[in-house]
């Protein structure tokens, strides 16, 4: 090595670079292109040699003719709307059955068997509470409640995307996002936040303007994600199925809660509109979108792969925060600040402000617990609801759960709580509608870089919750 | 090298070594630690031909895979044992070529171009090959340890076509498997083929593109010259000319941290 470094004169990346530049000014032609052009022209002719076609004409392929359909101006969204619409029908209407049957099992027979072990074993009453009344119950409350309804909602979920739907919707979609000056790449980023923020908030990587990719990333939180899906599908059920005729009644939620989610995509495009004509305008920028071959799903992997990734990832990522927020809500309620519990004490100041904008305290409160994940929002506010009316007949005692045999508990237990229409409606709005979970400000830190941003990315919503909550809570009460 | 206990079963006679059946009970799935590995193997490809998909064959992971363009935005990594050695597998994000600007093709580039893997697996749509043929094109400028998996065989005969695989492989200059990856049918080939390269049995003369256009030869040669003088050992350095003659501001600045040594850049890796 040592002789040939001196025999010529050592190069430097330096040297190369500015060789390169210099190279690259005198030459006439752009090598980019060329080489661009050399290996288009050498692929064409290798494939070429390659495939053969057989001479029967092509006829218009089964996928051609669904794309027709699928991506047409007229039954484009129609479709998509009947889709979702039926995905959430099939929950609610499923899952009613099984999360009575889980609670009986969990709640009704196995913790008093838990309490009387307690017992047995000579445990001290508040760690009794502790562990069966708080960490215990809190997380058989997210199993009964979020295991059928995620059980059903992911696999029909996961076999229209592995049927190829989902880039059709982006498709759809792309038009929209155009006018509003960002990538019709969001389109996809979107969709992913469907199933998860986190992951959306990565997919918009296949962005590659960075002005585009930060409208993406600050708009994905509209995207109604798994830890918010079972919030909205029960709150429908129990308030909005309610006020029709039983046989409606899952027609009637299924259609809130796709609303609800057409709200999201709605502000996604206004958000994105306001932002481009003001902090980050710029030019929108062209791509091609490959819509993939459908391809029959495989029933049985997909449901497989649907439960593992996706029903027993949330539901392990709610009971991991539902233990610790069980313990502390028990906690809460059974330390004392000057005579009356730490949680009656916060709700005391949270309640003014939750009436103003159509909720309550203890949804502002169970919201401020549950940001480490969406998942637990309503068992937390269930908790703290049987805390507050202080429900003898249901619950035992401060801070226990109480036994969720039907949806007409839960909603008379609600009721008890002061809740009404309005509560609910703006509940679900302001779940579409507030900061995104701790998981996902980090991603989006990790991937912007930029403190301010991330302050954006998780003040926005939250602002815009409060402003539309209080403008419905206050059109409502003066309609009413 | 490290030793795999319990897998490579000596072949009873000699058919067995030929016979599918066998081969397929020598791979075994390492999940996503492979611990020690002998070779790396990068997966790279066109989006949605089933990268995922083959990765989650060999290594046994479940990595979700979607009917969707871009699933895949990160590296994703397993591992895999077969015959004797150890792989470490890397499913690439799916690109449609080597030279744009957005993060997930700078993700591929970067490792097929730093992490100098031993085997870069180019997974292609057969019914889509003349498309899918431009990214494979790329990678073998870069690389010349390639082996085209030729997917999706099951979509394509559905659409009417055949390919000839064995002429594939003639204009190429690497083994070429046509898979179904999705049924498993011709994974034990591409486990074959893959050992084949990665132990050097098999030596690729991979296709290059055949003439610069004489406009920028002489550019080129000086470039390369010079670059050969630098890094003698860079397998590559005609497509590295050829970028910074293009203009590629990444590539420069990786030139400039000094990522683009011979010797295999395990900061590429290890990231």
Redesign the interface.
């Known amino acids: 090595m040592a002789s040939i470094q001196t025999g010529v004169a050592a190069v430097s990346a330096t040297d190369i670079i500015e060789n390169a530049r210099r190279l690259r000014r005198e030459t006439a032609a752009d090598v980019h292109e060329v080489l661009v052009e050399a290996i288009y022209a050498d692929a064409a002719r290798i494939a070429d040699r390659a495939v053969a076609r057989p001479g029967r004409p092509a006829r218009p392929t089964l996928d051609r003719t669904l794309d027709r359909i699928l991506t047409s101006r007229v039954w484009g969204f129609p479709i998509m709307l009947l889709l979702f619409a039926l995905m959430f029908w099939l929950t609610i209407i499923g899952s009613n059955v099984p999360s009575g049957m889980i609670a009986d099992q969990l709640v009704g027979r196995l913790w008093p068997v838990l309490r009387e072990l307690a017992t047995s074993l000579g445990l001290p009453w508040w760690l009794k509470g502790l562990l069966v009344d708080g960490v215990y119950l809190s997380t058989a409350w997210v199993i009964s409640v979020m295991l059928p309804p995620m059980a059903i909602f992911f696999p029909l979920f996961t076999l229209l995307e592995d049927f190829g739907y989902l880039p059709r919707v982006a498709f759809n979609l792309d038009r929209a996002f155009k006018q509003v000056g960002a990538h019709g790449k969001q389109s996809m980023s979107l969709m992913m936040g469907f199933g998860c923020n986190a992951a959306g908030v990565v997919a918009t990587r296949i962005i590659d303007s960075p002005r585009e990719r930060l409208l993406a990333i600050l708009t994905n939180n509209f995207s109604l994600c798994n830890g918010r899906w079972p919030t909205q599908i029960l709150i429908a059920t129990i308030f909005i199925g309610s006020l029709v005729p039983a046989q409606w009644a899952g027609l009637v939620s299924a259609g809130a809660v796709t609303a609800v989610a057409l709200l999201g995509i709605g502000f996604t495009l206004a958000v994105s509109w306001a932002l481009s004509r003001t902090v980050l305008r710029g030019e929108v920028s062209a791509f091609s979108l490959e819509l993939p071959p459908y391809r029959p799903p495989r029933f049985w992997q997909t449901l497989y792969t649907s439960l593992i990734d996706r029903t027993i990832f949330v539901l392990w990522r709610a009971i991991v925060f539902a233990v610790p927020a069980g313990a502390v809500i028990w906690l809460s309620a059974n330390l004392n600040v000057g005579g009356v519990s730490l949680a009656q004490y916060l709700m005391h100041y949270a309640d003014p402000v939750g009436v103003l904008l159509g909720l309550n305290g203890v949804i502002l409160l169970a919201y401020i617990i549950a940001i480490p994940a969406n998942e637990i929002v309503i068992p937390t506010v269930l908790m703290l609801t049987v805390l507050v009316t202080g429900s003898q007949g249901i619950g035992e005692g401060a801070g226990v759960m109480f036994e969720l045999d039907s949806l007409d508990a839960t909603r008379s237990l609600l009721e008890a709580g002061g809740w009404t229409l309005l509560t609910a409606v703006n509940l679900m709005l302001f779940s579409l509608l507030h900061n995104p979970c701790s998981t996902t400000i980090y991603t989006i830190y990790k991937e912007t870089g930029s403190a301010k941003w991330t302050a954006v990315a998780t003040l926005l919503p939250l602002a815009l919750g409060f402003a539309v909550t209080f403008a419905v809570a206050t059109v409502w009460r003066w309609a009413s | 090298m490290s030793e795999v206990p319990n897998t490579a079963i000596a072949p009873p006679t000699e058919a067995c070594a030929k016979c599918e059946v066998y081969r397929a009970a020598n791979l075994k799935k390492l999940g996503v630690n492979p611990g020690q590995w002998d070779h790396i193997v990068a997966l790279a490809g066109n ?2 031909t089933g990268k995922s998909t083959v990765f989650n064959a060999l290594t046994g992971l ?1 990595q ?7 699933k895949t ?2 590296r994703a990594e397993g591992g895999f044992a077969y015959a004797d050695r150890r792989y470490k597998i890397v499913d690439l ?1 799916g690109t449609y ?1 080597l ?6 093709e700078e993700v591929a580039r970067d490792f097929i171009l730093f992490g100098q893997p031993d085997v870069t697996v180019v997974v292609v749509d057969a ?1 889509r ?3 899918n ?2 990214l ?3 990678v073998l400028e870069i690389t010349d340890r390639a082996v085209l998996c030729l997917n999706l065989m099951d ?1 394509a005969r559905r ?7 064995r ?2 492989a003639r ?2 200059g690497i083994p070429v498997v046509p898979t179904s990856a ?1 049924s498993g049918e011709g994974l034990p080939a591409l486990l074959q083929a893959i050992a084949d390269v990665a132990t050097g049995r098999v030596v690729c003369r991979p ?1 290059r ?2 003439q610069e ?1 004489p ?2 030869r002489a ?2 040669n ?2 390369v010259a ?2 050969r ?2 890094h ?1 050992d860079l397998p590559n350095a005609r497509w590295v ?2 970028r ?4 590629d501001e990444n590539l ?1 600045a990786a ?2 941290r ?1 990522e683009l040594g011979g010797q295999r850049a395990q900061a590429a890796v290890a990231s």
């Open positions: 989006p949605n479940r979700h895979t979607g009917n969707w363009p871009g935005v990160t994000p070529s030279l744009s600007t957005s993060l997930d019914s090959l003349e498309r043929l431009n494979a094109l790329q979509e659409h009417g076509l055949t390919v000839d695989d002429q594939l204009d190429l999705r296709h593109l055949e256009p406009a920028v550019a080129l000086e470039l010079q670059i003088r630098m003698p000319a050829m910074l003659l293009g203009g420069a030139l400039q000094g």
